[in-house]
């Protein structure tokens, strides 16, 4: 979400350790170790998989992997969309 905000104009470096948190732990193996299943989620896969989590009850872990930097030019993409809609119905 840090990428969205002013602050993610800051040197890339300082940005990154101030405020990107790389996982080092493996999600799966404390899922297993606590008897949670977990699964990694493909994002067109992802409504199914919940379908299916909330079908099967009791706590589980849906893990979803996300490219930053493609999640920020849909994102900004999707929201220019928005304002060139916005612009075309607005007086």
Same mark, same amino acid.
């Given at each position: 979400?840090? /990428?969205?905000?002013?602050?993610?104009?800051?040197?890339?470096? &300082?940005?990154? &350790?101030?405020?990107?948190?790389?996982?080092?732990? /493996?999600?799966?193996?404390?899922?297993?170790?606590?008897?949670?299943?977990?699964?990694t989620v493909p994002a067109p896969e992802l409504p199914a998989a919940v379908a299916q989590?909330?079908?099967?009850?009791?706590?589980?872990?849906?893990?979803?992997?996300?490219?930053?930097? /493609? /999640?920020?030019?849909? &994102?900004?993409?999707?929201?220019?969309?928005?304002? &060139?809609?916005?612009?075309?119905?607005?007086?």
């Amino acid at each position: 979400i840090f /990428d969205h905000l002013p602050l993610a104009q800051a040197p890339r470096a &300082r940005f990154e &350790r101030l405020f990107i948190t790389p996982q080092a732990a /493996d999600l799966p193996a404390l899922c297993a170790g606590a008897g949670v299943p977990c699964a990694t989620v493909p994002a067109p896969e992802l409504p199914a998989a919940v379908a299916q989590a909330f079908a099967a009850g009791g706590p589980q872990v849906l893990r979803l992997v996300v490219d930053r930097a /493609d /999640d920020l030019a849909r &994102r900004r993409s999707a929201w220019a969309a928005v304002a &060139r809609a916005t612009a075309e119905v607005t007086p």
